[in-house]
Nanobody, 126 residues
């Protein structure tokens, strides 16, 4: 059983930066495709970014392209998301997710992932 714990959220002014971390235990994230999703107030959980297990491919929702960067450190079993030039509309609870069994389900689809973290709150003030 894989456990995912997010950290790094907080309150930041518009234009600021945060780096989210997702630490994996009970497994090794180097074999997993990893994703970040977010859920804003009154909204559905939406895809933000994903990284294939080998680090070879990354994907982003259009609204964060050029501002967010997903990366991983296999030695630390941790995935990161650097978020720059934050906007009030980025306010949400951010969840990381892991896909252990690589399937044909696209990584922007919540159904691709077997494991989820509890989330970390990101609040961007205007």
């Amino acid at each position: 059983q894989v456990q995912l714990v997010e950290s790094g959220g907080g309150l930041v002014q518009a234009g600021g930066s945060l780096r989210l971390s997702c630490a994996a235990s009970g497994g090794t994230s180097k074999n997993y495709n990893m994703g970040w999703f977010r859920q804003g107030p009154g909204k559905e959980r939406e895809f933000v970014s994903a990284l294939t297990w080998d680090g070879g491919n990354s994907y982003y929702v259009d609204s964060v392209k050029g501002r967010f960067t997903i990366s991983k450190d296999n030695a630390k079993n941790t995935v990161y998301m650097q978020m720059n030039n934050l906007k009030p509309e980025d306010t949400a609870v951010y969840h990381c997710a892991a896909e252990q069994e690589h399937t044909a389900v696209p990584l922007f689809d919540r159904g691709a992932y077997e494991y989820w973290g509890q989330g970390t709150q990101v609040t961007v003030s205007s």
